[in-house]
């Protein structure tokens, strides 16, 4: 079974932290990049971070900049994404993406079509 399941959510005050992971089954995700995204009520899916498949080179969104960080634990084939100083607006459900290595696509990383998707995790930040 090939899948992706996130895990970590839940209920934080503003200015608390949490820590999201993301755990393949079936493949190896250090083959993968590895974004996370969000979709808050009401809006669009937003690109959040992302890693590349050496982990060497992440990439985030401005208004998590500095606040989130992800990282890859290849001994347990997850991805993580680190969520400090959270805001009410950081509500949203949280997804993580895989996209094969080799893959060429155009375009930034929040617009690629990634192979495998979680069924996502709720973040709520509120006081």
């Known amino acids: 079974q090939l899948q992706l399941v996130e895990s970590g959510g839940g209920l934080v005050q503003p200015a608390g932290s949490l820590r999201l992971s993301c755990e393949a089954s079936?493949?190896?995700?250090?083959?993968?990049?590895v974004a996370w995204f969000r979709q808050a009520p009401g809006k669009e899916r937003e690109g959040v971070s992302c890693i590349t498949t050496s982990g060497i080179m992440t990439h985030y969104v401005d208004s998590v900049q500095g606040r989130f960080t992800i990282s890859r634990d290849n001994t347990k084939n997850t991805v993580s994404l680190q969520m400090d100083s959270l805001k009410p607006e950081d509500t949203a459900v949280y997804y993580c993406a895989a996209l094969h290595g080799q893959s060429n696509p155009r375009g930034t990383w929040w617009e690629w079509a990634y192979d495998y998707w979680g069924q996502g995790t709720q973040v709520t930040v509120s006081s």
């Open positions: 079936g493949f190896t995700l250090d083959e993968y990049v």
